[in-house]
């Protein structure tokens, strides 16, 4: 993602909120590329995940619609539940918002990263010679 | 790069860090869990050695191990990977990265170190699960890709 593309992300999303989103992603990436043994993906794999990108935004698009629609299912109001300790209520609430934010987040990424992998696939279709 | 496996990822280190410091008990079981993880890593990428071990420089993606590989041998590779690269890591992202994210769901609470170690060894641990998975599936010919 290109910082002029980023800008508008990051002002949508509270301030108090991208430490904590930036330290998520960079954990999630560290685990993914440095901790895992794997066997190297091959071009075709790679091609077969740039189709699993449209998966990944409709995750993204439930995730940051979950949060109201699970309250708006259930009918739980989180500044009205006497029960259970304020502490308790206040960190739910942040998990369920930083949920939010991470799907607003890969939706915005997985659009942008859609887009830069159509503008670099379609020059390279009509640059191939024909079979002879 | 299969993106749905880092967005599981994405989901469950919150997730994990919230569990563990909300039910403590969860503690040992993450640590449990990440050394059967890891094992079965491991083992999952010896069987692919044992295939081309001359190969293991292209065939292998981290790069650590490979180095470690060539300069050990893959059985005290196997060893010194978690020792000397991994739980380092591990306890930087508990003093770190796992840090800042406590401050911001616990806002205000003192600092928990083991919840936010065990958060950190539950992620490597689903890492490592998510690698042996596609080393099986390569290995037995399917798609690595469970969509």
């Known amino acids: ?132 | 790069m299969l993106l749905q496996w880092i967005l599981t990822l994405l989901v469950l280190i919150p997730f994990f860090l919230f569990l563990s410091v909300l039910l403590p008990q969860t503690q040992w079981a993450l640590a449990i869990f990440w050394l059967i993880s890891l094992t079965s890593d491991l083992y999952s990428t010896h069987k692919f050695y044992r295939e081309n071990p001359g190969q293991f420089g292209q065939n292998e993606r981290n790069k650590v191990f490979i180095l470690l590989t060539e300069k050990l041998g893959f059985k005290k590779a196997s060893a010194a990977f978690p020792v000397i690269f991994e739980i380092p890591l591990l306890l930087f992202f508990a003093l770190f990265p796992l840090q800042t994210l406590y401050n911001y769901l616990f806002q205000g609470s003192p600092f928990n170190f083991p919840a936010c170690l065990a958060a950190s060894f539950g992620v490597a641990a689903i890492g490592h699960i998510q690698a042996a998975s596609k080393n099986m599936h390569s290995t037995t010919g399917k798609s690595t890709s469970p969509i």
């Open chain 1, 1 to 132: 993602m290109t910082p002029a593309l980023a800008l508008p992300v990051f002002r949508i999303l509270p301030p108090e909120a991208l430490p904590a989103l930036l330290t998520v992603f960079a954990t999630a990436l560290i685990v993914y590329f440095g901790l895992q043994l794997v066997r190297a993906e091959g071009p075709e794999e790679q091609a077969k995940a740039q189709k699993v990108l449209a998966g990944c935004i409709i995750a993204g698009v439930l995730m940051a619609i979950a949060k109201p629609l699970a309250y708006w299912a259930t009918g739980w109001n989180p500044n009205n539940n006497g029960n259970l300790p304020a502490e308790l209520i206040n960190a739910v609430d942040n998990l369920l918002n930083l949920l939010m934010y991470i799907g607003v987040v890969v939706v915005i990424a997985g659009i942008i990263y859609g887009g830069i992998q159509l503008a670099h696939t379609k020059p390279q279709s009509h640059d191939t010679p024909p079979d002879q």
